[in-house]
């Protein structure tokens, strides 16, 4: 095999993108195990807030209803409840940081079960332009960050061109927590987290919603077409009482692998920095 340094980097990014982010080492890790004790000590911390809750005269969860109640971690429950459970601690949610603290105690979904974060946001959250993508990647679940790793640093490029950078936007994901191997996130799973991302953005309330890639886009805009079908035209995303214009375009780790893409990339670029100005005009008018 070639020694070469860039050879060698071309192939730790190789298995970077495909999820092996731990060498190996001299004495096998026991991943079974691992899983076990973290299960162990998320069951300890739900007793002791259970504890706390009885000992102040607050409900304990068997009293609570149905919809509301947080689900053991040992438990496999329909993905239909889970669904509704997210929705119900969305709905509850009355500011950005209420959602955060929602979504961390959610249990609702195992992938949070094989995750090291819970990755929320970055950037401004009174920015205008918020920024979807698909979920955290081995550097993001490290960082607890959406967008750091070698997909993030394309995204700061993309925005450099734009006249942008991360203080001037808001930067979230549909999965706030890592697949693991970095695959792609299943139906189930997606619908199970999207409750917290619809409501994300109704209390980020962006005027203008950029989603990169397949599972935000159809997700969000409820549709099974492909993102080489939507991206560079302008769809619009629900958002409680707001229609917020959103336009699709390709996720920049498909970019990564596909560099031919990028110049329809760049047109969506264009274009969402044109949307971006006519927002920012029609508003200094309206002022």
Known sequence: ???????????????????????????????????????????????????????????????????????SPQL????????????ALAAQASSLEELREAMLGFEGCNLKFGARSTVFADGSPLARLMIVGEGPGADEDAQGLPFVGRSGQLLDKMLAAIGLDRTKVYISNIIPWRPPGNRKPTPAETDICLPFIRRHIELAAPDTLLLLGNTPSQALLETSDGITRLRGAWKEVEAGERTIPALPSFHPAFLLRQPAQKRYAWRDLLNLSRRLQETADTQTKQT
């Open 1 to 71: 095999m070639s020694t070469e340094p860039v050879r060698l980097e071309e192939l730790l990014a190789w298995y970077a993108d495909a999820g092996v982010d731990v060498p190996l080492r001299d004495e096998p890790v026991n991943r079974f195990a691992e899983h076990e004790a973290k299960l162990k000590s998320i069951e300890k911390s739900r007793q002791a807030a259970t504890r706390r809750q009885t000992s102040s005269a607050i409900p304990s969860p068997a009293d609570r209803p149905p919809n509301l109640g947080v689900p």
């Open 76 to 87: 496999a429950i329909p993905n239909t409840q889970a669904v509704e459970d997210a929705m």
